[in-house]
């Protein structure tokens, strides 16, 4: 990869997550039923789409990894890094949701299909990470979680359709992509795309530099012991690599 | 396939009738967890009767997760997981086997604990075939979740705090549907708990398919 992309992606979530920040503060207005509160669209449907993306992201890995014939370290690690990034944008999405819960329905969590489904597919990913940690051989690790993280995604479908399934407090999808103006005003649009597209470049920025920690983190496990004897040579005077 | 889930099955149900530990540590855990949710709520029969439903179906859960701990530690003691892979048994015939296992021992787990409710909690039981209809149907999900979570568990140092971890975010829709099956039962109303049983039905072939196809790539680690 050019070594200026990763870089770009970085400035780029910088310049669209100010441009968000600014759009959703001060041009914003607010709306008739919800007044200010209606400006947290510019920031929870995107982390919360966003960590669908990143578990469907693991997900896909996972099953490349599973896959004889297209089992590569590099789907593992993959996989790992985008449920890392993924469980920080579902645990936004329950932070946000909060805060925005507390003053429009007067509670800051509520037993609703939609919620619920979300806390548990947080739960989920987490306890995928949890077996992550856990040391052993590598492939029976990366084979381990790829079954885990199969097991988890079942949850995003749930999830997302929680609001058409069950009769829920927390209201039906704001986004229609063939109507864009059905529930929202061109400035809310706008605003909704800006958090999008802000929400995308620092997901894609956040995997990409986590790829790269696991990529080293491998490397350190592959080579470290190398490493570690040719420490203790050079102590005792010894050539390196001598004896290999 | 299910030639060889009949032999484990029954090599599975043979280690328990020969140890004990179902009749002997487990069931008696799940007295013990309808005894202190009596403790926990001030031995209210009114609040008790009316969540017996949902105390019951967290005494399984938890008495499942025992079961589903033995059933994998079953396998990881003296090297008996490499002497199943050398077997030649289908994978998937093994995961069946010991989803078999587990469910068994559940059923009869189910009975009792139904038995303690209605003498604990004075809770009297109506609609029996939504009420056993959803007993078999979670159960198979139950089973089939724990088995799955148990091989991806099995052999580490971990594993007793992991599987909780692990299983119980899984086990959370089973714990809701039967409880709302069951409660639609218990008042009456069986017609209201069809829905639910539907959603226990798809967990349980959607938990079982999966657990056949993995099967073969958790049996071949370690």
Known sequence: MNKWVVPAVGVGALAFSAAAIVDGLWILGPTAEQGDYSKLLVVHPPVATIAYVAFGVTALASLLYLIPRTRRREWDQLAGASAEVGVVFCALTLVTGSIWGRPVWGVWWTWDARLTATALLLVLFLGYLALRRIPAQEVVRGRRCAVAALIAILDVPIDHFATSWWQTLHQGSSIDLLQPDKHLDTSHNVALLLGFIAMTLVYVWLVVKRYRVEQLENRYEDEGLTLALDARRAEGGIPVGAGR | MWRDAVLVAGKDLRIEARSRVATNQVLPFAFLVLVLFAFALDTNRGVLTQASAGLYWVAVLFSALLAVQRSSAIETADGATDQLRLSGLDPAGIFLGKVTAVAAQLLVLEVALGAGIMILYNTSIHGVILVVATCLF????????????????????????????LLLPVAAPVLLAATEAWQAALAGHPSDGTQWLRLLGVFATVYLTFGVLAAGSLLEES
């Open chain 2, 138 to 165: 979670a159960t198979a999900g139950l089973a089939a979740a724990g088995t799955l979570y148990g091989s991806l568990a099995a052999g580490l140092k971990v594993r007793e705090t992991l599987l909780p971890l």
